[in-house]
């Protein structure tokens, strides 16, 4: 999707997320942006740690893991569009970390993660006010 930003200056933002972000405009416009088809994950790493026991007989267990979260993939110049200046990345909350923990900053700079989320009178999120770098 493209817009255009601060000086006139148009960008494409290429959504990395499973799932369409809503963007809550100030003047009530809602923009929509598709998932591109790739998604950017931090790798993952678990160590399955032990369970817990759930009822007076113990007749139901839950498994337990030490999980944490590794350098992000996929690499960044297999991203969409990386070679254009212009394109920006929306990633999640935990990809962002990722990026923040392994990336250089001139890499960092065109990422960024939803921010300001409105939510309906069932809680759940309706769309972000903001955008936040990372």
Avoid: C
Avoid at 2 to 18: A, D, G, H, R, S
Avoid at 58 to 84: C, K, M, T, Y
Avoid at 109 to 121: I, N, Q, S
């Amino acid at each position: 999707m493209w817009v255009k930003v601060i000086n006139e200056i148009e960008k494409q933002i290429v959504n990395l997320t499973p799932h369409p972000i809503v963007i809550l405009v100030e003047d009530g416009t809602e923009i929509e942006i598709p998932p591109s088809g790739v998604q950017l994950r931090a790798k993952e790493e678990a160590k399955e740690i032990g369970t817990i026991t759930l009822g007076k007989h113990q007749e139901r267990q839950i498994r337990v893991f030490q999980v944490s979260f590794g350098a992000p993939e996929p690499h960044w110049s297999e991203l969409p569009n990386w070679d254009d200046e212009s394109a920006i990345y929306i990633v999640s909350a935990v990809a962002a970390q990722a990026i923040r923990a392994h990336w250089p900053d001139d890499v960092r700079r065109r990422f960024y993660l939803t921010y300001l989320a409105e939510r309906d009178a069932q809680g759940r999120i309706r769309g972000a006010k903001a955008l936040a770098s990372i």
